[in-house]
Each structure stands twice: as C-alpha cells, then as structure tokens.
C-alpha cells in the first residue's frame, strides 16, 4: 500500500519498506527544471558522503571497501553509478530501484530529504512540511482505531454475560435491545456520569456517541469495567450494588491512568 503527497503540484509517491518510509525519488525529480536523473545526484560527492553516514549509523552489512572505492571516483568526468549498481555493489539500504506498480528509484525519508535540497529549497521545506503532516493525520487516524479497538476487548465477554443471566426467554428482539442498552448505560454512568441519552441531548451537534469522544485511558478503563461488569452479572450482584461498585473501580483506574499519562508527559 502506498500514500501520496502533492508538493507543489507533484504527486509523489511514498511506500513502506520494512516499516519505514521510502520517498520516491523519481516522483521528486518531476519538480526539477531541466533534464535530470537521479544518477546525476548520485554522482555528487557530498551526496555519497552523506549516505555513507547514513549506512554507517543504520546498516551494519554495508561493503565500506566498495563504497569507499566508489566515492573516490565521484566528481570524475566520466564517472557515473546507477541506483542498482550501488546498491548491488555496496549492500546499501537508504535506496531502492522498483519495478512494477509504483516503480521507479526510491530513498529512505531521511535521503528522500537531502535529495528534496538538491531540486531546490523550497522544494525541501515544503515537502518536509506536508510530510509532517501526512504523518499527524495518520496518528490520529491510529489512535481512533485503537480507541474503537479497545472498546471492543471485552464487548462480546460482556453481552454473553447479560444473555446468560439478565435477558428473559421468549422476549422481543427490540425488549432485548432494552436490557443490553441499560446495561451498557451501567458503565456510562459509571465512567462517564451520564448516560447515552443524556450525552446526546447535552450534544446535539455531535455526532456519534459519548464513548466516540472517549479518550484513550477512558476506553482502557471501560474495557476493564466490561469484564468486570461481566463478572458481577454472574455472580448475581443486583445493578445498584454493580453500579456502585463499577463507579469506585472507574474512579481509581482513571486516576491512575492519569497519574501514569502525567508523568510520561513530564518525561517528555
């Protein structure tokens, strides 16, 4: 799968190469005025120099003997390397030649950057800066999935419990949907001090519902509460009692979340 940046008005391909991200270098060079190739920026000294750093820090298995001899030979008249060439001759990792779908010469974020400079300036701060940004938009999107995620963990160990112990034979489908929505306001108030009816009239605008706008440590906690939600139900305790005690359980896990989430954040 890959993602795409528009820098200027070029699209720009990025893929996932052993879970790091690789720019594609070709993509790039569109933005260049001019007939250029990447080989006329892998010939440049200080750009060599540059991945030799990069190999050193990040690849343990980099031929530094061919490198070397390779480097030696840069800002020569006749001298030119492919992207293959050096890959195959040195063992390098930061670049990568594809074919097929989404091919063409590829570099790791941190060269991809440096070869950004060589087009222009402008051309480096501007995809720098969107390429921040892809990445805060995917964050979030991560953290929505982990969110719907957790509230999932104990969904289903949580509902059986109610079948099993509070759901009447022979009722209605919609009489059933009664009883897994009153229990499922159990934890809301719990947690949350209200239930969904009461979250949805006090946000009108909203969409969704109150565990949508949960935080991450509110859905760890209401993960918890649903297994021992489960617990109590078959263990007969009465819904006030479970309520009660559920509320006391949601009040010291928050505080400790929060206490723990405090301190990851100082240390930061």
């Not at 540059?50 to 800002?75: C, H, L, M, Q, S």
């Not at 805060?136 to 079948?163: C, P």
């Not at 109590?232 to 206490?259: S, Y």
Request: hydrophobic share 40%; with cysteine.
């Amino acid at each position: 799968m890959a993602n795409t940046l528009n820098v200027q008005g070029t699209e720009i391909t990025i893929i996932k190469v052993h879970a790091e991200d690789y720019i594609c270098l070709t993509d790039m060079l569109k933005a260049k005025d001019g007939d250029f190739f990447v080989t006329d920026w892998l010939r440049n000294r200080n750009t060599l120099e540059y991945i030799g750093i990069w190999e050193k820090v990040n690849n343990p298995d980099f031929n530094y003997g061919e490198f070397a001899t390779i480097r030696n030979n840069a800002g020569l008249n006749n001298f030119k390397i492919s992207v293959k060439e050096f890959v195959e001759r040195t063992g390098a990792i930061c670049l990568q030649a594809k074919a097929g779908r989404y091919g063409g010469t590829y570099a790791h974020k941190d060269i991809a950057f440096e070869f950004a400079m060589w087009i222009s300036p402008t051309f480096k701060f501007y995809i720098v800066r969107d390429y921040q940004q892809l990445k805060e938009k995917e964050q979030i999107s991560l953290n929505w999935s982990v969110k719907r995620e957790l509230a999932k963990i104990n969904y289903h160990i949580h509902t059986d419990a109610i079948k099993a112990n509070l759901v009447p034979e022979e009722i209605s489908q919609y009489h059933r949907s009664l009883i897994y929505a009153n229990e499922a306001d159990v934890l809301n108030v719990a947690l949350f001090g209200m239930t969904a009816k009461e979250w949805r009239d006090a946000h009108p605008e909203d969409k969704g519902n109150i565990r949508d706008y949960a935080t991450i440590n509110q859905l760890i906690c209401l993960s918890n509460m649903e297994n021992l939600n489960a617990v109590f139900i078959n263990e007969g305790l009465p819904q006030g009692e479970r309520l009660q005690k559920l509320n006391q359980i949601a009040i010291q896990q928050m505080t400790v979340l929060e206490n723990v989430e405090s301190k990851r954040i100082l240390k930061g």
